[in-house]
């Protein structure tokens, strides 16, 4: 069979017991589920390259080694703490708003112990897990009723099905908008059963547009916020008070799903004023959803507020139930409420002091790291410190840019090579490049970064002189 063997290379391949064997004398450290699971993996992957024409053969110890990368992938934990050097304080990738210590206390004590989750103290009675939640959201916000669920997108979903269901949803064609590729308007409108009714164009949308598309069978309008990008140029769209006066005349209910919100204006710091959720109520909207993970500076979640006819067909829906916050994410939630009224949201909340911060407090900061990392850096790398711009990030008000301070880091190899070494750290840094340089803002940086940042860039400065 030795013709046969020449014609695939892939019997040239040794087998998985080999080659975990060969693991674990190399990396005894790695737990035995991973290495066979890494070993079988990097032998699929090495058969799967075979299958191409003129592919080579790898070598014994490439297998092995690229076994160790996928072993030791699979027993870390998933997902793992990572710097935010970006200054992109809502990164996604990263997992937006970072729960501040208090609210993680909150979820470690309630994770661990019993809970009276569904249970009235006072009289021994069923109770409902989310009364003091939507207790809280209704004090902070002046809405008649509020309601929270896993996430905005669940919100929406919810919104819709329990007031449009089988009828029209009448929404502008500059609203269509997709966020970060796994939330497009038009598919939620589709999945939850309501026909979409497009009016105006890509760039202007009139009162008119809206009250032509009203029929028979039109449930709500709805108001979406484009979030992730800005128009700009010949442009109209219908503000939401003379929206809801279309609604209202036609005796609909307008539904904002307004994306990122608060619950406090942060219009004094140079905030939008539509990223205030009480204020779109208060302009006319009968129910405004958001997220819980974006400027709230929360937990996950999405928050459904307005009135209380329509939060109750909500809770009602069988798909409440499918939605559902779980325990840990209400406590989370609850804690970062609680900060909120009693005035402690910039000063405890992590994404909220990150986002208010000024670029004169940060340039200090800026200035220490700067110091502390020409000291580690020796004269591996050229360390400056630049103004530059952050970024909200969350699909979050695209137009608002921050003004900070960054340390600026240049290396002979190069930005890409530098920044990849950083995210191989045993703690990853993640930061931005720009021209040739790596660039990392300490406007996103936590308390104890600072430390672990040095520590990441010595090593990578390690593995570049390598
Ligand atoms: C972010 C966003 C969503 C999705 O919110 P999730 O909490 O991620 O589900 C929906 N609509 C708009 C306008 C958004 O900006």
């Known amino acids: 069979m030795a013709g046969e063997k020449g014609q695939d290379p892939r019997r040239a391949l040794p087998a998985t017991g080999r080659v975990t064997e060969q693991l674990a004398a190399a990396h005894p450290e790695l737990p035995a589920w991973a290495r066979t699971a890494g070993a079988r993996a990097?032998?699929?992957?090495?058969?799967?390259?075979?299958?191409?024409?003129?592919?080579?053969?790898?070598?014994?110890?490439?297998?092995?080694?690229?076994?160790?990368?996928?072993?030791g992938r699979l027993a870390a934990g998933r997902p793992?703490?990572?710097?935010?050097?970006?200054?992109?304080?809502?990164?996604?990738?990263?997992?937006r708003a970072v729960l501040a210590p208090g609210a993680a206390a909150a979820v470690a004590e309630a994770a661990s112990h019993a809970s009276d989750l569904e249970l009235d103290l006072g009289s021994g009675a069923r109770g409902r897990r989310l009364d003091a939640v939507a207790e809280k959201l209704v004090l902070l916000s002046g809405a008649e009723a509020a309601l929270a669920v896993n996430n905005n997108a669940a919100a929406v979903l919810l919104a819709l099905d329990s007031l449009g269901r089988g009828r029209e949803v009448v929404v502008s064609r500059g609203e269509l908008v997709e966020i970060g590729g796994s939330f497009r308007v038009p598919e939620i409108l589709e999945r939850a059963g309501v026909r979409l009714v497009e009016v105006g164009t890509t760039n202007r949308t009139h009162a008119r547009d809206y009250e032509a598309a009203i029929g028979p069978d039109t449930a709500l309008l709805l108001k979406v916020h484009r979030s992730n990008f800005e128009q700009r140029g010949f442009v109209a769209e219908v503000e939401l008070g003379e929206l809801?006066?279309?609604?209202?005349?036609?005796?609909?209910?307008?539904?904002?799903?307004?994306?990122?919100?608060?619950l406090v204006s942060l219009e004094a710091h140079g905030f939008p004023a539509e990223a205030c959720a009480p204020a779109r109520l208060r302009q006319g909207a009968d129910l405004v959803c958001f997220s819980g993970d974006k400027l709230l500076g929360g937990p996950q979640a999405g928050i459904a507020l307005g009135r209380r006819a329509i939060v109750d067909a909500m809770s009602r829906s069988p798909l409440a139930r499918a939605l559902r916050l779980d325990k840990l994410t209400l406590v989370a939630l609850d804690w970062t409420l609680r900060a909120l009224l009693e005035g402690r949201g910039e000063a405890e909340i992590p994404s909220l002091r990150q986002l208010l911060a000024r670029a004169e407090a940060l340039r200090p900061e800026a200035e220490e790291?700067?110091?502390?990392?020409?000291?580690?850096?020796?004269?591996?790398?050229?360390?400056?410190?630049?103004?530059?711009?952050s970024a909200v990030g969350g699909g979050s008000l695209p137009g608002l840019e921050l003004a900070t301070w960054v340390v600026v880091l240049r290396v002979a190899a190069?930005?890409?090579?530098?920044?990849?070494?950083?995210?191989?750290?045993p703690l990853p840094v993640v930061a931005r490049i720009r021209d040739d340089a790596v660039v990392l803002d300490v406007r996103t940086l936590l308390e104890d970064d600072p430390a672990a940042l040095c520590d990441a860039v010595v090593f990578a400065l390690e593995a570049l002189a390598i």
Request: without cysteine.
């Open 80 to 95: 793992g703490r990572v710097i935010n050097a970006t200054g992109v304080v809502l990164h996604t990738n990263l997992g």
């Open 369 to 389: 790291l700067a110091k502390r990392l020409s000291d580690v850096a020796g004269g591996a790398a050229e360390v400056a410190v630049e103004r530059d711009r």
């Open 42 to 71: 990097a032998l699929a992957a090495a058969r799967e390259a075979l299958a191409r024409p003129k592919a080579a053969v790898p070598g014994e110890a490439e297998l092995v080694a690229d076994a160790a990368l996928r072993a």
């Open 414 to 425: 190069g930005p890409d090579a530098l920044a990849a070494a950083l995210r191989r750290a």
């Open 244 to 262: 809801a006066a279309i609604a209202h005349a036609h005796e609909l209910p307008l539904v904002e799903d307004l994306g990122s919100g608060t």
